[in-house]
């Protein structure tokens, strides 16, 4: 008898799941395609004379408009569980991932600096290329939609990765110039997408690691005017490689300390708690883990 009700909870668990996961889908899917067509051109006429065609207010305001509902639905399905936790904005060994992202990022951003002739310290543009495109982007895509998969409807890594990394390719695609730039934009930044992803969970499901990188890599770029869009060149892209490498480095680095792994080979492809002990960390756990940061 135990075993039949066993039984019938897990069914009702992974059912709860793929409906939880329909529902997250169907969401992501209405704002990305959907809401832009609700916003107004009035609204961002508004906007830019408040902030001077800064683009400042207008970029915020746009991803809140545009990706609110996925933000309220994600917290929404997984109410049982804190709204900075879904989202991946629990704060414990934040200051350290900050520090560990600037030292990964120094490499190519002296790399970039002797590449360069150029110089922009724009405000507005790092404050929207940079700061705006890492902090949404990664709690977007990462948190609400892929980590949301991944860790609380037990997707496997792969499944959930590709997903979250080849929509945040394709918005990408823009900045090809022709069909194969624009590929090998798309390759790229999906690529870039699943590296994001794995330091997501790596890091405790938590987005600080990530989401630093994301920006000081954004911003060197950007700083310093490098060429060739998403795909760069062929020096930036050794250069950008050395902060790829360091961030693994630190991941490795915390594993030796003790940090469990969260992405194995058991959770690939589905990420079953019986396989993946870690899945749901208790509290005890939680906090232990600032001890590896």
Not at 67 to 93: C, M, Q, R, S
Not at 102 to 112: E, F, H, K, R
Not at 202 to 222: K, T, V
Request: charged share 10%; hydrophobic share 50%; net charge neutral.
């Amino acid at each position: 008898m135990l075993s039949v009700n066993f039984k019938f909870h897990i069914k009702q668990v992974y059912m709860n799941h793929i409906i939880k996961s329909l529902v997250l889908l169907t969401t992501f899917m209405f704002c990305h395609y959907l809401m832009r067509e609700f916003w107004g051109d009035s609204w961002s006429d508004v906007l830019l004379r408040l902030d001077q065609q800064s683009y400042v207010l207008h970029t915020v305001a746009k991803y809140l408009f545009i990706y609110g509902p996925l933000i309220l639905v994600a917290t929404f399905l997984f109410k049982e569980h804190p709204w900075y936790d879904v989202l991946g904005l629990n704060v414990a060994g934040s200051q350290h991932y900050f520090l560990a992202a600037v030292a990964c990022c120094i490499p190519m951003t002296l790399g970039y600096a002797f590449l360069s002739s150029e110089l922009n310290l724009s405000l507005s543009a790092i404050i929207t290329g940079s700061i705006y495109a890492g902090v949404f982007e990664e709690i977007i895509f990462r948190a609400a939609l892929f980590g949301v998969l991944f860790h609380y409807c037990r997707w496997g890594f792969i499944p959930a990765a590709l997903i979250s990394s080849i929509i945040f390719g394709l918005g990408h695609i823009y900045q090809g110039h022709d069909v194969i730039s624009a590929v090998m934009a798309l390759s790229i930044t999906a690529i870039a997408g699943t590296w994001f992803a794995w330091l997501y969970c790596e890091c405790g499901y938590r987005i600080w690691f990530p989401m630093f990188m994301h920006i000081f890599m954004n911003a060197a770029y950007g700083i310093f005017g490098m060429s060739g869009g998403a795909a760069g060149d062929l020096e930036g892209n050794l250069f950008k490689a050395t902060s790829i490498i360091l961030s693994i480095v630190y991941v490795y680095m915390l594993v030796r300390k003790g940090k469990p792994r969260q992405v194995t080979f058991a959770s690939l492809w589905h990420n079953n708690p019986k396989t993946n002990p870690n899945l749901e960390p208790t509290k005890q756990n939680t906090h232990l883990e600032s001890n590896y940061v």
